[in-house]
């Protein structure tokens, strides 16, 4: 079962053989399991039941694809900040709980700062990024003030 946001669970259960799955699985998610248990140093059986473990206990949250959004026609990025009215729990957790489902959302985050959340938005071109926050975000009652910047590159680290 998904844990709130603000869960917090510990994982002082994970052995070097879990923290090596997991680094392995950073760099590249699709590792054969046989790979992977190579590099490792485990059997196979073992690093299955091992990666099993690691997707049951929340360490492993997903698998996804790393798609070129300019292939899927949305080639512009921005990171677009958002400043709420009010900072109760119930408000926070409303504006959070949308915006998720906003279209061209990829990610938000919910920071410390002047600002309150970053939302990391795909669009079609500068005329339908000026629509989302026009339509989504500079309507929206719980929304003060909004702070559009755009994403020239992205580069992946590795942690």
Do not use: K
Request: aromatic share 4%; glycine share 6%; net charge negative.
């Amino acid at each position: 079962m998904p844990l709130a946001p603000n869960d917090v669970r510990p994982f002082s259960g994970l052995d070097d053989v879990d923290r090596a799955i997991l680094t392995e699985l950073t760099a590249d998610g699709r590792l054969p399991n046989n790979a992977l248990a190579e590099r490792v140093g485990v059997a196979p059986s073992t690093c299955l039941s091992r990666t099993r473990a690691l997707r049951e206990c929340g360490a492993i949250r997903g698998f996804h694809a790393d798609v070129d959004p300019a292939a899927v026609g949305l080639p512009l990025q921005a990171l677009v900040s958002v400043r709420l009215t009010a900072h109760e729990r119930a408000a926070v957790d409303a504006f959070r709980a949308r915006s998720v489902r906003l279209p061209g959302v990829v990610s938000v985050f919910h920071v410390a700062g002047a600002e309150d959340y970053v939302l990391h938005v795909r669009a079609a071109s500068g005329d339908a990024l000026r629509d989302f926050v026009l339509d989504h975000l500079a309507v929206d009652p719980a929304v003060q003030h909004t702070q559009t910047s755009l994403i020239f590159e992205q580069a992946r680290g590795m942690g």
